[in-house]
């Protein structure tokens, strides 16, 4: 399978199957401040997202005693795709804590420190909203990963239901938000909601950056409502009944639903992108074809789906060892598509759910399709199955999942007398896992060198695993002293800087030249600046300082096959990017377009630091924090209008002109029918000219038809030198 298919199904992997229905139980637990005393008072929310819902919903919640201590009622059945306490207290930032509903272990949910994020919402034509209710959407923590970093919390959640009340506000009279409980270092994603506007996303998710608490001064510009339109048929007749399915092309943003009406019409509103469109009847017997579409803030978009008969796929799912049937298990379904301009794409529909026999029925088109079913028994237990299959019109095909559990790699880790080491750290650099007392730890096996090291990270050791191994043995061994000192500009001592430790390496699956970096670890510099640490001969390294108020700044590469010693120059920002941007043909300034700068600090582990500054009313923006020494690309990003990239330097013109985002446009098909709506219209090739004050001559022909085939030729030679002053015609 390809790696968006296998990305999908590792998410899957971490969602559980639970226990008998009908066993009551109870989520019990404490919540601590962030200096871990307890917390009387708190909100505490029991969020859960179960198969037959589909969504996260509050289903109970309690308050703190004098303790700290809560209990939630937890409702059976406990199938579910995750769980989550959510504590809340004004003093603090929210925070939270994931729990397997199958091992209801007591929890421990830490609040967190605090930083506020604040802005205004605002219309199209740049003047404030009122009472938007703004919603946060997902939180995750910006801290990095590291490699040789056993248990690490991340917090990281989405999708929050609007009961959890520290996650949303709304705008005041002046169109002005605040949140206040928003966890420190946190990369956030809002959406804000309006009866006259679409649901519009900061950042958007097809110009995404990191959106930090502690932002003040963001400007969510709302979206006009982009509509999709259109008739479901089968055979020429409308459908009644038909549901019609909206499906984002990025991963985790929901789906829209709408069902035609009697005479097969339908209509939705979609935020703009890009969306996957199909139909589906009668419990998925009857199906269209997926049409990729381009949403465009305010452009209405109509559709005809045709629907085809859909093949039977029936079966049951089996356990690979004792060949039982496992009940509930999941079936999904994944096929290969490309968009119009060639790119990989991958239509999922929607998982259907085994019965307690493990039997299963699922509808898709004919073609080749690639199957998977999974179940999890256990909080430690995953297993799955995949089947290629290739269906054939009016010809049912049965098929049996044997469900495995993955393969596992056994890692010795010892050292050069070949004792075992206790708690030794292995990693493969996408995951990490801590050996038991004998030194034996599993990891999941990926073709790519792991790497093992002493809990003090004094020791380190590394092999190349091959597809055929399923055990491998590592040999730590002292690692080369590598010591130094961090200092400013002068020359003076900083104290208590934050290192990085980045491992650099070339990728065999990479482009010849490139090399990948990898985050190792991080630790501090004394009081006096100075620090030591060990690391592996014969590999390639570069530290970074991180200090506030300087320049995050990296060290030239090192490989230690000596001891090394490190002079860590610091320096502060002397860079500050001023500039305006406005509309490329109006003139007019652009309020609120984010103007984003990606730092070269960024790793394949962590996400690339960036710094954002919103454009004001007059279409200002300043950036600051940067070097002249470190040049990092700039963006300006604009829910109306294409992005805009330029490499960052002192030369960087003062006003900015960004195109609008305009309709796709290609030739429609019109028989015996008026002439559709100009913003239905597409044009032959490319993006839409502008249409104001131009006379427009629109080209209909019939499919197949060698005449109008010559006539489309010919306008094509023809748009190239001047689209607005041509036409074409076919007689119909």
Known sequence: MGRVASFLLAVLAVTTLGAPQGEPSAVVGKVLSPKGKPVSGAKVWLVVNRWEVGKPTVESSAVTDTQGNFRLPFRPPLRVYSAYAIAFHPNFAVGWQSFDPRDLKPLTVRLNQPAPLAGIVITPEGKALANAKIQVWSVESISPRLAFEVGKIEFSISDIPEEVTPFWTVADENGRFVLNNLPAEADVRLIAHHPDFAPSKLPHPERSFLLRTGTVD?????????ILSGQVLRDGKPVAGAQVVCQSRFYGQPDERVTANEDGKFEVVLTSGQWRVWAVAEDGQWQSKTQLIRIVPGEKFSLTLELLKAVEVRGVVRDGETKNPVPFAEVNAYREIRDEEGFQDWLRPDPVKANEQGEFQLFLLPGKWSLNAWASYAPDHFASDSKEVELVSDKPTEVEFLLKPPQKLLVQVVDEKGKPVPNAIVTNEWRTVQADRNGRALLDPIVRPVWAATPDLRMFGQTEVKPEDKSVRIVVRKGVLVSGVVVDENGKPIPNARLRVTAVRSDPNAPPGIEIPYDWFEFNADER??????????????????????????????????PVNLTVKLKRPNLTITGTVVDAETGKPIWGAAVVTWLPIGSMLSPTPSIVAFT???????????????????????????????????????????????PKLSVQLAVGKPAPPLSDVQWLDGDAPSLTGKETHLLFAMPFDPSCERTIQRLKELQAKSPEKNSGHCRL
Do not use: C, N, W
């Not at 960087?652 to 305009?662: K, V």
């Open 529 to 562: 600046g100075r620090f030591q640490l060990h690391l592996p001969s014969g590999q390639k390294f570069v530290l970074t300082a991180f200090v506030p108020d300087f320049f995050p700044t990296r060290t030239e590469p090192f490989v230690p096959d000596k």
């Open 218 to 226: 963001i400007v969510l510009v709302m979206e006009l409502k982009g």
């Open 616 to 662: 004001d009313q007059q279409g200002q923006f300043r950036l600051t924090g940067l070097h002249r020494e470190h040049p990092a690309r700039l963006e300006v990003r604009h829910p109306f209008y294409e992005l805009f990239e330029l490499p960052t330097s002192e030369a960087l013109p003062q006003t900015i002109h960004l195109e609008r985002i305009r």
